[in-house]
């Protein structure tokens, strides 16, 4: 009797599971991201998506997670049994007239397909969601009161926006949240204006390149403004009026890696998630 409950356990609980994983598509996954920060939130010079490999109907056997897709990356993929890799850079920005190896992305794209693995982006629209990129770096800092720099129209009824601005619990001083940063996100070169101003409060951001919304964070009273990086020219004339800080465009997007692994353990607790091993920064300093 107790060798027929067993057994009755067994077929009732362990057999679904292993159908669970059985059934498990591409799409699911990619349902899942998506709900999340849907592709049309997307920027119009964006390519995200599915860019490689599987089709949506597929069989998913396990999720490699990383901000920029290397050949380095996709023998990881390999290695940890994923045939699915979720990156935040797409891979592939423009179009192709040729395959013939000639780049690292024509490379990346010949060898995925041999090893039959997937490639997936997430990129401006997981910037632009609610919750998305520029909210997870705000998390980190310590940033409340948490809303969009510059609000855009809604998508599917989705909120959503570009940078984002809250105030910190209390105000710093100028260098001691200057080296704070550094430390938090493993920076080790900041480039920052000659900030003579107040103390530090109200902290205007957008990760990657957005150099774009400073003049929108001066409109809103920002005490200082982070991005991942910025152009010569737009430091000046504002020594008065903010901080303006780089942090790297990689430094500042790291966190996406965490951001990704924790939409798709919630809806997927029992899938194969593996952070990337690897820093693909390709940015050096001496």
């Known amino acids: 009797m107790y060798f027929g409950v067993k057994c009755f356990l067994f077929v009732r609980f362990c057999v679904p599971l292993y159908r669970f994983f059985e059934d498990m598509k591409a799409r699911q996954l990619l349902d899942a991201l998506e709900q999340y920060a849907p592709l049309p939130l997307q920027d119009g010079f964006d390519n995200a998506g599915l860019q490689v490999g599987l089709t949506v109907e597929q069989e998913v056997t396990g999720a ?142 957008c990760g990657g390149a957005g150099g774009f919304l400073l003049p929108t964070a001066i409109a809103q009273g920002a005490d200082a403004f982070l991005t991942g990086e910025m152009r010569y020219h737009d430091y000046f004339g504002h020594d008065r009026e903010l901080l303006i800080a780089e942090m790297g465009h990689y430094e500042s997007e790291q966190y996406t890696i965490e951001l990704f692994a924790e939409i798709l353990a919630k809806r997927f607790p029992e899938l194969k998630i593996v952070e990337t091993s690897y820093n693909t920064n390709p940015i050096n300093y001496l």
């Open 64 to 205: 490699l997670l990383c901000l920029d897709v290397t050949e380095e990356v996709i023998d990881e993929a390999e290695r940890m049994g994923c045939n699915l890799i979720v990156s935040h850079h797409p891979l592939l920005f423009h179009g192709l007239k040729s395959i013939t190896g000639k780049n690292y992305v024509e490379r990346c794209v010949v060898k995925a397909i041999r090893k039959g693995i997937g490639i997936y982006a997430a990129h401006t629209n997981m910037d632009n969601a609610f919750g998305g990129v520029n909210y997870r770096i705000a998390e980190k800092i310590g940033l409340t009161g948490l809303s969009f720099l510059e609000a855009k129209a809604e998508v599917a009824s989705v909120i959503a926006g570009a940078g984002v601005i809250g105030e910190l619990p209390a105000e710093e001083d100028g260098c001691d949240f200057l080296e704070r940063l550094k430390v938090l996100f493993g920076i080790k070169c900041m480039r920052h204006n000659g900030f003579k101003g107040r103390k530090i409060r109200r902290v205007a951001l």
